[in-house]
Nanobody, 129 residues
């Protein structure tokens, strides 16, 4: 069984920064891509950022482009999300996700939550105005 454990969430003022971490543990697996999604109260879960194991390509939602940076440490099976210039509208529960191969089998699949095999429990990010 693979487990994804997020950390680093919290309360921050608008304009501040947070760094989220997601560590994978359990049986050895190799994910072709890992990603962050978020879900605000009363809204659907939405894609935030993704990173591919091969080549390290990254993709971002338009709403976070230029402010958030996703990175990964393959040796540690850990993915990070550096969030700068945070806005109140970034308030949400942030989820880490990993895809064994589905995301890599088609263009733009990284945007779709149903292409990911494993999910973390989520970490709350609250940005005050």
């Amino acid at each position: 069984q693979v487990q994804l454990v997020e950390s680093g969430g919290g309360l921050v003022q608008a304009g501040g920064s947070l760094r989220l971490s997601c560590a994978a543990s359990g049986r050895t697996f190799s994910s072709c891509a890992m990603a962050w999604f978020r879900q605000a109260p009363g809204k659907e879960r939405e894609f935030v950022a993704a990173i591919f194991r091969s080549g390290g390509s990254t993709y971002y939602a338009d709403s976070v482009k230029g402010r958030f940076t996703i990175s990964r440490d393959n040796a540690k099976n850990t993915v990070y999300l550096q969030m700068n210039s945070l806005k109140p509208e970034d308030t949400a529960v942030y989820y880490c996700a990993a895809s064994v191969e589905s995301v890599c089998s088609g263009s733009y699949y990284y945007k779709f939550s149903n292409k990911y095999n494993y999910w973390g429990q989520g970490t709350q990010v609250t940005v005050s105005s």
